[in-house]
């Protein structure tokens, strides 16, 4: 050990080779950050474009669990639950509906990836039992891309 320290003692002694040399000019920094900053501007726009689709993905599989659990519901108790009752109801017997046998999913009714609740109705508009709906990330009816309503089949 000894012997290493003293050579390095040693070639740090020699002239010309000074502590100051070994590290980054302020120039070279600069021109990293740049590139990086680059790299970031080309990449950063692609990855936060796949957060948004997977967070639609991510609605979509979970309204299918709701589905799964309102089918379990109609099964046991001859109906869907009221939109007033919401779906609140498959965790617990809200109206004291006949035949109910829940909960019906295994923990607490999930929010959307946005964190706002889904959106039910019964009876759905256009004929359909129910609808099961979230209105994206802008909350709002209507909208494209991350904003844009994803609809339970």
């Given at each position: ?6 050579a390095?003692r040693?070639q740090l002694?020699?002239p010309?080779l000074?502590?100051?040399r070994?590290?980054?000019?302020l120039?070279?920094?600069?021109v990293?950050l ?17 957060v948004g689709k997977?967070r639609?993905?991510t609605a ?6 709701i589905?799964?659990a309102?089918?379990r519901?109609?099964?046991d108790t001859?109906h869907?639950p ?8 498959l965790m ?5 509906s ?6 019906y999913?295994?923990?607490q009714?999930?929010n959307d990836?946005?964190?706002k ?16 709906m ?7 009816p209507g909208g494209?891309?991350?904003d844009?309503?994803?609809?339970a089949k």
């Amino acid at each position: 050990m000894q012997n290493t320290s003293s050579a390095l003692r040693a070639q740090l002694a020699r002239p010309g080779l000074s502590l100051r040399r070994r590290g980054f000019t302020l120039l070279e920094l600069l021109v990293v950050l740049l590139i990086i900053a680059l790299l970031a501007g080309y990449v950063g726009p692609k990855l936060f474009g796949e957060v948004g689709k997977a967070r639609s993905k991510t609605a979509a599989s979970q309204m299918k669990g709701i589905e799964s659990a309102l089918d379990r519901y109609r099964l046991d108790t001859g109906h869907y639950p009221a939109t007033e009752a919401g779906l609140p109801a498959l965790m617990t017997n809200v109206g004291n509906s006949a035949g109910w046998d829940g909960p019906y999913m295994s923990s607490q009714i999930p929010n959307d990836p946005w964190g706002k609740p889904y959106i039910y109705r019964s009876p759905g508009e256009n004929g359909k039992d129910y609808d099961l709906m979230t209105y994206g990330a802008d909350g709002k009816p209507g909208g494209s891309g991350e904003d844009a309503d994803i609809v339970a089949k």
